[in-house]
């Protein structure tokens, strides 16, 4: 198995945008050199509200494994009532790194032995004008900041394709303000 696999969780609501999150990120991290791309999202009978989840591989090499994830290096929770609601942390690799949305710090995550980022990209998304609960675009600027795999002008470049005629200015600038916000705490 490719040890250097970047395997990626994604755990959201139905209608917050989760899997087109992880699409723009898949895409821009395939322009961006990374030739292994595998996104799976899990659809059922999720309804708008319920929580739903996505799985991500990147790497610099073809990755041959399809296979769901179950021991991520990063997850990102879209909704920070996800954390009490859900398992998010299920099989999250230990020094691992948890990005949420919320109003909270790092500090108020206490997982042992796991990176905590936090942002709180439901007011940011509204202080620059999209729609309530419009997260998806914010929380791809957490990841870039945490994370340090992508650019985010190359994110924010994928963003506006991704929403041509459906505010790309305002979603791209989402990202960007959310990345210089997003706070990284310690293990």
Known sequence: M?????QIRWHG???????T???IIANTAFVSGYTGVVMAPTFGTERRGAPVL????IS?????DLSPITEPDIV??????????ANVASGLKPGGLMIINTPRTPADYPFPGIIV???DVTTIAAQVGLPAGIVNTGIIGAFARATGLLDIE????GIEVEFTGKKPKRNAKSAKVTYDQTIIGGQ
């Open 2 to 6: 490719n040890q250097n696999v970047i």
């Open 54 to 57: 996505t799985s991500l591989k």
């Open 76 to 85: 990102v929770v879209l909704d920070h009532l996800l954390v009490e609601e």
């Open 13 to 19: 609501r139905g209608g917050q945008g989760a899997i």
């Open 21 to 23: 999150a992880a699409k």
């Open 60 to 64: 610099r090499e073809k990755i041959y």
């Open 117 to 119: 980022a936090t942002a």
């Open 154 to 157: 190359d994110l924010a470049r």
